[in-house]
C-alpha cells in the first residue's frame, strides 16, 4: 500500500478549501506520472481516496464537470469518505 497526501515534499495532512481544489491540486501533481501509474494499475487497484470533513451528515459537496472529466481521464477510481466535522481528530 502506498499514499500520497499532496504535500508538497513531507507527509502530513493537507487541508484544502473544498474537495474540488484538493482534487484538482493532486491530479496536477500526478498528471506527469499517469503514465506509470497505467502501468501500476495493470498489476494492482489503483484508487485517489479522500477524506472530507463536512459540518453536519446533511451537508454535501458538488465537482464541476471540468474536475469529473479530468478524474476520468486520469482513469483512476474515486472512493470519498464523508466524515463529520465532530469526529475529526485533532
Request: hydrophobic fraction near 35%; glycine fraction near 8%.
Amino acid at each position: 500500500m502506498w499514499s500520497y497526501d499532496g504535500g508538497p515534499d513531507s507527509p502530513g495532512n493537507v487541508t484544502w478549501s473544498s474537495l474540488e481544489k484538493g482534487l484538482e491540486s493532486i491530479l496536477e501533481k500526478l498528471w506527469p506520472l499517469k503514465d506509470e501509474i497505467d502501468v501500476l494499475k495493470e498489476k494492482y487497484q489503483v484508487i485517489l481516496w479522500c477524506g472530507q470533513f463536512l459540518l453536519s451528515s446533511n451537508a454535501s459537496t458538488t465537482l464541476s464537470s471540468h474536475t469529473l472529466k479530468k478524474l476520468g481521464d486520469f482513469g483512476v477510481e474515486l472512493v470519498p469518505n464523508t466524515i463529520p466535522l465532530s469526529q475529526r481528530v485533532k
